[in-house]
């Protein structure tokens, strides 16, 4: 009876123990389960806050691109005008380059010709004054003047008084001259007459501007027609008493402004061509 009573209070000891010990061990995995989720949640919290802040970092990342590249773009930009503005002073200085080149070349060129011009006007005075020597100062004077070569006859070298009809020493005096004349192509040749303020009315001629016109043209007569001197090269003009070269208030004075300038002046065509 009582190993009965004994293995009643046996089993009902095991039988109370079981339950406990499945609470515990359910209570046990409650929390772990627990301590898992708050762990979970910690680390979703956590990655969720590493999340945003890369997400802020690329974004300022993004942006710091975006600047960059905006910035590159503007120094690609600047550096491109920047070019294009030094090709278009590299074009510009090169034509200002060529033009002052150009320039030296027409002014050297224009030196060589006035040089030229000045040797050519020089030869020719002496050419003058070498077919003239025989001729006193008071009948001719030969002078170089603005690039031009003045022949001055006085009217007692080439006229009588109140004539206009070349005597023989006029002749004799304008052969010489022409045939320097006739061996210079390049030049024209002005003949002006001129006179002194004495008036004078005659059948002939009604004022000093008639008789310096008809001498100016009695001499080129006497050049081409009688010595050959190409007319194309002659221009004849009369002056009157215009043009003094002394004071008509003497005697001496007056004889002086009486005369016939031969005027020899080289052609310019090619200065002129220079400076086209």
């Known amino acids: ?22 609470f515990l061990v359910s209570e046990n995995g409650r929390l772990a389960a627990l301590g898992r989720e708050r762990t979970l949640t910690k680390n979703l919290n956590d990655l969720k806050a590493e999340t945003a802040k890369q997400k802020k970092q690329i974004e300022g990342l993004l942006n710091d691109t975006t600047r960059m590249g905006q910035a590159i773009r503007e120094y690609r930009n600047s550096l491109y005008s920047n070019m294009s503005e030094q090709e278009k002073l590299n074009m510009l200085l090169k034509e200002k380059m060529d033009k002052l080149a150009e320039r030296e070349a027409t002014i050297n060129q224009l030196q060589a010709e006035i040089k030229a011009q000045n040797d050519k006007v020089s030869a020719l005075l002496q050419s003058v004054k070498d077919a003239l020597l025989g001729f006193s ?30 005597n023989k020493q006029g002749k004799e005096a304008l052969g010489k ?22 008036p004078i009315k005659t059948v002939q001629f009604k004022d000093n ?45 007056r004889a002086r402004n009486r005369r016939t300038e031969i005027i020899m002046a080289p052609r310019l065509d090619k200065l002129m061509d220079i400076l086209k």
């Open 1 to 22: 009876m009582k190993r009965i009573i004994f293995l009643l209070c046996v089993l009902v000891a095991v039988s109370s123990c079981v339950p406990k010990k499945k």
């Open 137 to 166: 100062s008071d009948e001719l004077t030969v002078t170089q003047k603005d690039g031009k070569v003045y022949v001055a006859m006085s009217d007692k070298l080439l006229f009588e008084s109140g004539s206009a009809q070349v």
């Open 177 to 198: 001259l022409a045939e320097v004349l006739k061996k210079q192509n390049d030049i024209d040749v002005f003949i002006e007459g001129h006179t002194d303020t004495k």
């Open 209 to 253: 501007w008639d008789l310096s016109v008809v001498r100016a043209t009695s001499v080129v007569r006497i050049l081409t027609k009688d010595y050959g001197v190409n007319p194309l090269q002659i221009v004849p003009s009369g002056r009157g008493e215009f043009m003094p070269v002394d004071d008509n208030e003497t005697a001496d004075g």
